[in-house]
């Protein structure tokens, strides 16, 4: 997963979207580490042109991690998705469709991942519908280097499928639990990219 922050002006569009996934992916999957979060603290605030949709959702994630140390963000991190048994919020898809783990959603989503040629990693102890990999395979879709695989119609099919129907449900779960700061900051900035990116996805062809 990508370590830099999305923030340089000098990015072209794919490129940033990309880094977002990536990032995305990052603050979702783990407590975020020293190295991201310093990175995150000092990113640049100001989008490059005044007034962007992501501007103030950025410099809200990004005052979230300066006025907070990295123990208790770790905290949170902890306090609403870890734990023995029942997490505080769930980042799984099908938690959220069908109301149970590892239903129907997580069947037809690794069908689709194997028609993209893409395998679980065997090293990763969660399901592939955790947000964070979905976050992950949407990198790759667009920054991925064989067009067969990574393009405009399988970015839109992948998230039409299985992000856009229940990722605003867990940022609002996010958003209203009482535990969550530094990640509530992170649902809303996750809301307005997504929103974003649906309505790219809607004026294609």
């Not at 990004?62 to 919020?89: M, W, Y």
Request: charged residues 25%; aromatic residues 10%; contains cysteine.
């Amino acid at each position: 997963m990508t370590r830099n922050i999305p923030v340089s002006s000098a990015l072209d569009e794919e490129t940033a979207r990309a880094e977002i996934y990536g990032l995305l992916a990052q603050l979702y999957y783990a407590p975020p580490s020293p190295d991201v979060l310093a990175q995150l603290r000092v990113a640049a605030t100001e989008a490059p042109a005044p007034g962007g949709f992501l501007e103030e959702p950025w410099r809200e994630l990004v005052g979230a991690a300066r006025e907070r140390d990295d123990r208790q963000i770790h905290d949170e991190f902890d306090a609403l998705f870890g734990g023995v048994g029942k997490p505080e919020i769930y980042v799984f898809g099908s938690h959220y469709l069908s109301g149970f783990l590892n239903e129907k959603p997580l069947a037809k989503l690794r069908g689709d991942l194997a028609r993209l040629g893409l395998d679980r990693d065997e090293t990763m102890s969660e399901t592939e519908d955790h947000i964070a990999y979905l976050c992950e395979v949407m990198r790759f879709l667009i920054a991925g280097d064989d067009v067969a695989v990574s393009n405009l119609t399988h970015q839109r099919e992948f998230f039409a499928a299985h992000l856009q129907p229940w990722a605003n449900t867990l940022c609002d779960a996010l958003a209203a639990h009482p535990k969550a700061g530094f990640y509530a900051a992170l649902a809303g900035f996750t809301r307005a990219f997504l929103s974003v990116e649906a309505q790219g996805f809607d004026m294609l062809p």
